[in-house]
């Protein structure tokens, strides 16, 4: 008997655009490379609540409380979702969430950064949701199911907080002058670290080959980098801001905007551990995980009688 070639098998349906489920056969390589993406991202998501709950005691209104309350509670949200992507790979919540907890796996260099002003709270949702929908829109399509239909449903809750975002900034931009202020400072920050969020350089992406044959991602870093800046450079003229880089400059022949430099060293710093939040963002983690232990403890299942 012949046995058939499972890795051609497996690729000729993925090149098909049939999705993989739970239950089929995949290669090693394709399951620990989903772990290692949708854990990263289901980290990102819960890291992420700590530089905005930061401002929800803080809020300068009832009705921006409640909306930024309702944001942080929709990340716990796509945390979980993608937590539960993840378990049906074969790996169990507990095991993923230790990960996290002592280094080994990372979460997005954009939540090491500090928010220093309300204003910061705008400029997340503008343009740290905007930069992480550039990249999950694609993903809504990536070759694994479960992570697929998960990324619909956080794609429609991320584009309003993007537009709730952009329309905070814009109030504040009509504002005194100290609002002003306030608001080219936030995006001054958060500029650079959210052209960040989309990872190395192509030519330094390790996994991008792979992820990309294997269609669990349909555009490369520097393009969904690149669709940001356009997008961007746009918006920012609605709010009568400025973006802090004085290398953008629309680029008739490219039809895209050029624009300066990323900061590599800094990045690759803020991965490894050295940003300006990073301790702080892991205990905080750690604690919650901790003082949830009466939790676990109470929601677990009675042990059946006679075990
Ligand atoms: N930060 O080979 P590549 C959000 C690592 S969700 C830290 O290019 P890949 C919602 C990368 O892991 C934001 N590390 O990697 C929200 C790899 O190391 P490894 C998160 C980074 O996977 C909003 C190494 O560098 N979104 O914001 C970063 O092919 C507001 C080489 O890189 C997702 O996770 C980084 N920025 O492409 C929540 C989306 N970039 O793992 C609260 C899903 C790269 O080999 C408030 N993920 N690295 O040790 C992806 O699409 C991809 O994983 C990329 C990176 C595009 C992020």
């Given at each position: 008997m012949i046995l058939p070639d499972m890795e051609k098998l497996f690729q000729d349906k993925i090149d098909a655009e049939i999705k993989i489920e739970p239950k089929d056969w995949m290669p090693e390589g394709y399951r620990k490379n989903n772990i290692?993406?949708?854990?990263?991202?289901?980290?990102?998501?819960?890291?992420?609540?700590?530089?905005?709950?930061?401002?929800i005691g803080r809020a300068p209104s009832l009705k921006r409380k409640a909306i930024l309350l309702a944001k942080v509670?929709?990340?716990?949200?796509?945390?979980?979702?993608?937590?539960?992507?993840?378990?049906?790979?074969?790996?169990?919540?507990?095991?993923?969430?230790?990960?996290?907890?002592?280094?080994?796996?990372?979460?997005?260099?954009?939540?090491?950064?500090?928010t220093l002003s309300w204003a910061d709270i705008g400029a997340i949702g503008w343009l740290v949701d905007g930069a992480a929908i550039m990249n999950q829109v694609m993903l809504t399509r990536t070759s694994y199911g479960p992570y697929a239909r998960a990324m619909v449903r956080i794609c429609k809750e991320e584009s309003f907080h993007q537009r709730q975002g952009f329309e905070s900034l814009l109030v504040l931009s009509k504002?005194?002058?100290?609002?002003?202020?306030?608001?080219?400072?936030?995006?001054?920050?958060?500029?650079?670290?959210?052209?960040?969020?989309?990872?190395?350089?192509?030519?330094?992406?390790?996994?991008?080959?792979?992820?990309?044959?294997w269609k669990i991602k349909r555009k490369s870093n520097d393009e969904l980098r690149q669709q940001f800046v356009d997008m961007i450079a746009e918006q920012i003229k609605v709010l009568g801001m400025r973006l802090p880089d004085d290398n953008l400059k629309w680029n008739e022949e490219r039809k895209h905007y050029d624009f300066g430099e990323i900061d590599w060293k800094e990045f690759w710093e803020v991965v490894k551990?050295?940003?300006?939040?990073?301790k702080q963002r892991l205990e905080a983690r750690r604690k919650a995980w901790e003082d949830g232990a009466w939790v676990r403890e109470a929601a677990k299942p009675p042990t059946p009688k006679g075990e």
């Open positions: 290692r993406q949708i854990s990263q991202h289901a980290h990102s998501e819960i890291v992420g609540m700590l530089p905005e709950g930061n401002w509670q929709d990340e716990a949200g796509h945390g979980l979702y993608l937590y539960s992507a993840c378990e049906t790979l074969g790996i169990s919540r507990e095991e993923t969430i230790n990960d996290l907890h002592s280094g080994k796996a990372k979460y997005s260099s954009i939540f090491n950064y500090p504002g005194t002058e100290e609002q002003k202020a306030m608001c080219q400072d936030a995006i001054n920050r958060w500029w650079w670290p959210a052209l960040m969020m989309f990872g190395p350089r192509d030519s330094e992406s390790s996994n991008s080959d792979q992820s990309m044959k551990g050295n940003g300006p939040c990073n």
